[in-house]
């Protein structure tokens, strides 16, 4: 069943997500060659718990970590581990805050040290393609039309989009309808309502967008061994258009 939010419960979320996205700017002067995911993790619950918030991953169908970190071919729902981030790295990471009841979500994707042109070029893309499908997220449109919007960007600049990983519903609960595929038909699809608040997460690969199953039965990563590259924000579907519960304040 799809929710919708009344401006009360949006505001909540709102709240919810500045304390999310506070953390994620906190994160960009943290990563950095020779810290450890499993430092990370402890530094993003300690955050939440500091804010009132609890990590609302810890827990969800025996989940141990108050974020997924996902690693170079990594795609999603990576484990906090304690070897650490060295000069190349693309490093992923996504939480989940309840802050008094209300829910946010947000990855963001950050590059360890000096890069390579590809690993540039691919976090450049993802992160571009993110605002391509929250642009379509407005009243009166398709699904459809974000996915399309992403897919039809990703692919000519010669990556490609993960299907088997889609955005969702949020609130009250983490995960809930509709799906938010980010590949598709422009005009096909669920139609978009106010109140609606979803999440929109294009995951990119360099090569092959297949996934497959590592023996923790959690992370999933590239079928090819490329490069996987994830964006994240909680969005309100407003009849102004839509409203990023979970801004940084960047520039796009």
């Known amino acids: 069943m799809i929710t919708l ?40 619950e300690k955050e939440i718990r500091a804010g009132g918030g609890i990590p609302e ?13 996902s690693l170079n ?11 650490p981030l060295k000069d190349g790295d693309l490093i992923t990471v996504d939480t989940v805050i309840n802050l008094d009841g209300a829910m946010s979500d947000s990855a963001w994707s950050y590059l360890v ?15 571009t393609a993110l605002y391509k499908g929250i642009e379509q997220a407005v009243v009166g449109n398709r699904m459809g039309d974000i ?3 992403i897919q039809s960007y990703v692919e000519p600049e010669g990556f490609s989009v993960v299907r088997e990983f889609i955005g969702h519903g949020i609130g ?4 809930e309808a509709p799906e938010v595929p ?13 109140g609606m608040v979803i999440t929109i997460e294009p995951m990119v690969n360099t090569g092959d967008w297949r996934s497959k199953m590592e023996k923790n039965g959690w992370t999933a990563s590239t079928i090819d061994g490329g490069l996987s590259c994830q964006f994240e924000h909680t969005l309100a579907i407003t009849k102004d258009g839509p409203v990023i519960l979970t801004d940084q304040g960047e520039k796009r």
């Open 5 to 44: 939010k009344s401006p009360r419960e949006i505001e909540a979320m709102r709240r919810s997500g500045e304390l999310l996205a506070s953390i994620h700017i906190k994160l960009r002067d943290m990563i950095k060659p020779g810290v450890t995911t499993w430092e990370i993790d402890k530094f993003v």
């Open 57 to 69: 991953q810890i827990g969800f169908e025996g989940y141990e970590y108050a974020t997924c970190q």
């Open 73 to 83: 071919d990594e795609i999603c729902h990576g484990f906090p581990t304690k070897k």
């Open 113 to 127: 040290g000096e890069v390579s042109d590809e690993t540039k070029r691919l976090y450049e893309v993802t992160h």
């Open 147 to 149: 996915g399309h919007a």
């Open 172 to 175: 009250p609960t983490m995960h």
């Open 182 to 194: 980010h590949y598709g038909l422009p005009g096909k699809g669920l139609r978009l309502k106010e």
